[in-house]
């Protein structure tokens, strides 16, 4: 085959540090916008995004030699700093070290926008934090709970 073909999606999770509530509506739209443009320069295309006060999700489309943790890099730290000078009043604004990403299949698509396009309605009865272990368990990652918010 002379050519290669990919779909590639990831449903990318994270938050502020220590959870703390610095995405209010208008600077989560904000940030989200530029976030957008940060995957575009890295040869992706943000196909869906949302969030709550303190974390945001991504449907990523992502090319072939980008690995999830250099995207994540350049999102955070990109993202990060244009918070911080544009937004004067932020500059306590950070994400959490971590995240976590996991792939979707072109059949589950849809149904992993919807979740991210709706996440003020999801939020009213579930907290980040079992919303992010909830995740975790369903895709069988290990992880232990001392580590999780550090």
């Known amino acids: 085959m002379p ?36 995957i575009k320069e890295g040869n992706g295309n943000l196909m869906s995004s949302g969030g709550t006060h303190d974390h945001v999700h991504l449907l990523v489309g992502v ?41 979707v299949s072109r059949s589950n698509f849809d149904e992993v926008r919807s979740y991210i396009e709706n996440q003020e309605e999801h939020h009213q009865g579930l907290s980040f934090e079992d919303e992010f272990k909830q995740f975790l368990d369903r895709h069988g990652i290990r992880y232990d709970p001392r580590y999780l918010w550090g």
């Open 3 to 38: 050519q290669s073909y990919t779909c590639l999606h990831h449903h990318i999770i994270f938050g502020t540090k220590h959870r703390k509530p610095f995405l209010t509506p208008t600077l989560r739209e904000r940030v989200l916008n530029y976030i957008a443009g940060i």
């Open 63 to 103: 090319h072939p030699d980008t690995a999830p943790a250099t995207l994540l890099r350049l999102i955070k730290a990109n993202s990060s700093k244009w918070v911080h000078h544009n937004f004067p009043d932020q500059a306590r604004f950070a994400w959490q070290t971590g995240y976590a990403a996991f792939t």
